[in-house]
């Protein structure tokens, strides 16, 4: 048996080849679900790390150094970081002093001339601190890709989305994040119409909002994509033995 799962809203190449040998098919996205056979495909959400949802507010806020009465912004760029994003935000550093600000930049792009304030800390990665500071972190600043974004819903964090161009991708992030901002989870920006103004107005937008997508992401129907995929996993091999 060959199973799948295609993370993004429209298909990849590999999983437009596979599909012909596929015994089922699973996708993140419901919309996902017009592009494969219907009669061996499922909508299960996405597989997101068990443990991303394990942290603890108290804890993150304690390692960063930060107040607990004072929000967070997280801002993470992908395994690289993203170098638009990342001028960006240092340059409106001055406009966002309402928050206390975690930027992971990517390998390479710490900038020494930010280290020492108290309000904004800059890493190359973060690993096992993760979940907490992730419970600590109040809106986040993310592209478009369908694990990152999940787990942010998972976690019920309202997200401004910068998705890859065209440029940059196939396309697949902008279309994962104008579904986000369709069903009320995420705004979105595309990095074509980045500066410091129109992420200073969107942040404006995404706080005045937050409850409002609070509120649409804890009402939507829990789904547990691991868990589907083992018991289906689990269901072959029984059936193959």
């Known amino acids: 048996p060959v199973l ?13 080849i596979a599909q012909r040998f596929a015994t089922k098919i699973f996708t993140s996205f419901e919309e996902t679900l017009n592009y494969f056979p219907k009669d061996k495909t499922a909508a299960i959400g996405s597989p997101i790390r068990r443990g991303i949802l394990k942290g603890s507010p108290y804890k993150g806020t304690e390692l960063l150094g930060f107040d607990r009465k004072r929000p967070v912004l997280t801002v993470m760029g992908g395994s ?4 638009k994003i ?47 500071y992730l419970a600590a972190t109040e809106f986040v600043i993310t592209r478009g890709g369908s694990n990152s974004i999940f787990e942010f819903l998972a976690l ?9 161009t065209k440029n940059q991708s196939r396309g697949d ?6 579904s986000f901002q369709e069903k009320g989870y995420a705004m979105m920006l595309e990095e074509e119409n980045l500066s410091v103004d129109t992420l200073v107005r969107h942040l404006s937008d995404l706080k005045r909002r937050s409850d409002e997508m609070k509120e ?4 939507l129907e829990k789904k547990d994509a691991i868990g589907v995929l083992v018991r289906e996993i689990n269901a072959r091999l029984e059936t193959s033995n």
């Open 4 to 16: 799948i799962h295609e993370s993004d809203m429209t298909p990849g190449l590999a999983n437009k």
């Open 86 to 132: 990342n001028e960006t935000i240092r340059a409106a550093l001055p406009l966002l002093k309402d928050y206390q600000i975690i930027h992971l930049c990517g390998k390479g792009n710490i900038d020494e001339n930010y280290t020492n304030l108290k309000d904004y800390k800059q890493f190359e990665y973060v690993f096992d601190e993760l979940p907490h």
């Open 80 to 83: 690289l970081g993203a170098k």
């Open 216 to 219: 649409k992401m804890t009402s």
């Open 173 to 178: 992030q902008i279309l994962n994040g104008r």
């Open 156 to 164: 019920k964090i309202p997200m401004l989305i910068i998705p890859l």
